[in-house]
Nanobody, 125 residues
Framework: QVQLVDSGGGLVQAGGSLRLSCIASGRTGDWYTMGWFRQAPGAEREFVAAITWSGGRTDYADYVKGRFTIYKASAVNTGYQTINSLQPEDTDVYSC??????????????????WGQGTQVTVSS
């Protein structure tokens, strides 16, 4: 089992930046791919970005390229996502998720085994 705690959300003005964190505990050696998703009320989760723990591969949704950066800390259990130039349409609950496998379909929520509780990002205009 892996437990995830994601944090770093908050209320920011348009144009601002945030860094979201995802800290894993438990059997952290069991995970290989970390993804970030976001979800608006009443909507399905939407893929944002993913990274392999080796750091050798990153994937981004087309709509976030150039503004979102996913990366990992040197510590085995922590991943981050930096979001720049935030816009009101980025307002969502952001959640990290991990899989013990090297994923080829990182956009699919069903590929991930463990999820964080989510952190709210609210962008004011």
């Amino acid at each position: 089992q892996v437990q995830l705690v994601d944090s770093g959300g908050g209320l920011v003005q348009a144009g601002g930046s945030l860094r979201l964190s995802c800290i894993a505990s438990g059997r952290t050696g069991d995970w290989y791919t970390m993804g970030w998703f976001r979800q608006a009320p009443g909507a399905e989760r939407e893929f944002v970005a993913a990274i392999t723990w080796s750091g050798g591969r990153t994937d981004y949704a087309d709509y976030v390229k150039g503004r979102f950066t996913i990366y990992k800390a040197s510590a085995v259990n922590t991943g981050y996502q930096t979001i720049n130039s935030l816009q009101p349409e980025d307002t969502d609950v952001y959640s990290c998720a991990v899989s013990p496998r090297y994923l080829t379909r990182v956009q699919r929520t069903g590929e991930y085994d463990w999820w964080g509780q989510g952190t709210q990002v609210t962008v004011s205009s």
